[in-house]
């Protein structure tokens, strides 16, 4: 399954920053994919928060965004 934007949504925005919200019926991996948000790669900026709820686990990740895809990754 691919991104849904109604799955997506901010939790909070401050001074150029968002904490973002995506559930989907998919695993963690297919979500976590590089590529995977890039349909809404204008919204996003590198450095914000999403919280990820998949179908098999929970997890918080960092967002970059790159000239050719939007990826996560494990908070530092």
């Given at each position: 399954m691919a991104f849904q934007n109604k799955n997506l949504s901010v939790i909070a925005y401050a001074n150029g920053f968002t904490l973002w919200h995506y559930a989907a019926n998919e695993t963690l991996a297919t979500i976590t994919?590089?590529?995977y948000f890039n349909t809404v790669k204008t919204l996003?900026?590198?450095g914000d928060i999403i919280i990820i709820n998949a179908s098999d686990k929970t997890s918080i990740k960092k967002i970059a965004v790159g000239d050719s895809a939007v990826t996560t990754a494990a908070l530092d």
């Open positions: 994919a590089s590529g996003m900026n590198t």
